[in-house]
């Protein structure tokens, strides 16, 4: 089941307000309803309620190589094959190719981002018995028991509702002795964007919904593993801040790479007039720095 209460930082009359919310959907039963959370957030990162996640490469590939950098420098890929994820645009995936992969499976829900990792694989010149390309949940992942040696998820578990079956998921999937690797949001991770996002929000279209974003922290990531089954568990935490010019390119930044998913609340109408609403709120409350929290995760299968 998702864990129904707000899990990141954000200013306490803020969180009161969510989880007030949180609160109502449980009732209601939208809390429980993963199914349809996870069809939300893939209809956001296939573009339904934001153009901005045509942007995605040009406006965030900065922050998530950093991140894929750091991930894949504590992880063997030379000769192995990898399961990538949540694999987006690729950005991870190539650069694990790049570290001498065998083989690399790219999975995501969103076919509009494994369409666009497919156009960067076939520019870049790979074969198809070198990279493959799947459409499908972290729950229900496409291979067969014990069948890679690497398991990568980039930035996904944050938006992943049932955080515990899907890392259960990929440790079935691995060889033994194979290496689940993964960075996730960290509870403070976008904390100025995510406060100015809500405070600008219409919440009359949102008011009973629990808002599809679960942060963890290190000991929550050592559990999960635990559960698992997994072993020699290893975990670290790094921030920063990603200072923009302005707000406006502070929000460009948070808009193609969320994809603004949780606009599917509000009716097709007025999304884009909602979004340029919310962009000129950053702007006017000079929200030009954006602190990133993530908490990375390795852990070995018996």
Not at 34 to 41: C, F, T
Not at 83 to 88: A, E, L, P, Q
Request: neutral net charge; aromatic residues 10%; contains cysteine.
């Amino acid at each position: 089941m998702p864990t129904l209460l707000w899990t990141g930082k954000m200013s306490l009359p803020l969180k009161l307000m969510l989880n007030m919310g949180n609160m109502i959907a449980w009732i209601s039963g939208n809390a429980r309803d993963s199914s349809a959370m996870k069809e939300k957030m893939k209809e956001g990162y296939n573009g339904a309620c934001s153009d901005y996640i045509q942007h995605y490469d040009e406006s965030s590939s900065f922050h998530y190589e950093k991140i894929s950098d750091s991930l894949t420098q504590k992880v063997e890929c030379h000769g192995k094959e990898v399961v990538d994820v949540g694999c987006g645009t690729g950005i991870l995936s190539f650069t694990a190719l790049e570290k001498g992969a065998k083989k690399m499976h790219c999975v995501d829900i969103s076919r509009f981002m494994l369409e666009k990792c497919r156009e960067k694989s076939i520019a870049k010149g790979y074969a198809d018995d070198v990279i493959t390309f799947h459409e499908g949940d972290v729950e229900r992942l496409p291979f067969p028991d014990a069948s890679c040696d690497v398991v990568f998820a980039n930035m996904v578990m944050g938006m992943v509702p049932n955080q515990m079956s899907a890392i259960a998921e990929m440790a079935r999937i691995l060889r033994p002795g194979g290496r689940i690797a993964l960075s996730t949001h960290g509870p403070a991770h976008y904390r100025e964007a995510i406060e100015a996002g809500v405070r600008s929000l219409n919440m009359r279209y949102f008011l009973g919904h629990r808002f599809e974003y679960w942060p963890r922290d290190e000991n929550e990531i050592k559990a999960f593993f635990k559960l698992a089954g997994l072993d020699d568990t290893q975990t670290s935490r790094m921030t920063w801040v990603d200072e923009f010019e302005n707000g406006g390119k502070a929000f460009d930044f948070f808009a193609a790479s969320t994809g603004l998913w949780w606009h599917h609340r509000l009716p097709p109408e007025i999304r884009n007039k909602e979004t340029e609403k919310t962009r000129a709120y950053f702007q006017r409350k000079h929200v030009t720095e954006i602190t990133c929290d993530v908490v990375f995760a390795f852990a070995s299968k018996k």
